[in-house]
């Protein structure tokens, strides 16, 4: 018992220094993207950004290790890739992440005549997929990016583009944590909201950002 909380502790440190770590290269993305006016000059990858940034935290607060080094590898890329938009004046979409889950299939048969056939199971981890209705989620970021989001709703929707994104990596592990997989819809939700309602309101209005798309 006693080796286990030593192990335990260990890698409570290691971790607290690893987190440490990732702060100090997260706040440092921050400053350069505030010297580079991104957000007024690149919205969208400044909210994109920022989710990766409010998802970092949720893996944080579980002590999930790997979901802290994707999120700020994801963060990482964004941060950069806003900060060469604002000086080029160049803001491109980025990563769009799906989970697609396999199909399950169970076979029966008689070895004696040869007759088989086989019964289609539920698709993998559709546990997690209704935790989160998946489906759902994915068909309201893909409304708002064919809709021109982008340039209606910037910020927002790239806070809930990058969520999803963390969403659909979370699936796509071995074992979805089911505390981080609600806490990140949770963070989605409130995003995709306000999202949805300026798109809506551009849509409504006609407004230019929609009309150019």
């Known amino acids: 018992m006693r080796k286990i909380i030593i192990l335990l502790a260990a890698f409570s440190i290691a971790f607290s220094q690893d987190l440490s770590y990732y702060v100090l290269k997260v706040n440092s993305s921050m400053k350069k993207l505030k010297e580079a006016n991104a957000q007024e000059a690149t919205p969208y990858l400044y909210g994109k950004t920022k989710g990766y940034e409010e998802g970092l ?18 963060l990482q890329y964004n941060a950069e890739t806003a900060i060469r938009g604002a000086y080029t004046n160049r803001e491109p979409y980025t990563e769009l992440i799906v ?6 299939y169970v076979y029966y048969g008689n070895d004696l005549t040869g007759d088989y056939y086989y019964v289609e199971k539920e698709r993998e981890k559709q546990e997690f997929l209704n935790l989160v209705a998946y489906e759902d989620l994915q068909r309201r970021i893909e409304f708002l ?6 340039s209606c709703a910037p910020f927002y929707y790239g806070k809930s583009e990058a969520l999803f994104n963390l969403i659909s990596y979370e699936l796509s592990r ?16 409130k995003n995709l909201v306000l999202a949805e309602e300026l798109l809506r309101y551009a849509m409504n209005k006609e407004l230019e950002c929609y009309a150019k798309k």
């Open 99 to 104: 989970f697609e889950p396999k199909e399950i």
């Open 57 to 74: 935290k949720i893996y944080a607060k579980y002590g999930n290790e790997k979901g802290v080094e994707k999120a700020y590898e994801l």
């Open 174 to 189: 071995k074992e979805p944590d089911r505390k981080v997989l609600v806490d990140l819809k949770e963070a989605l939700e």
């Open 145 to 150: 990016r064919n809709n021109n989001a982008k």
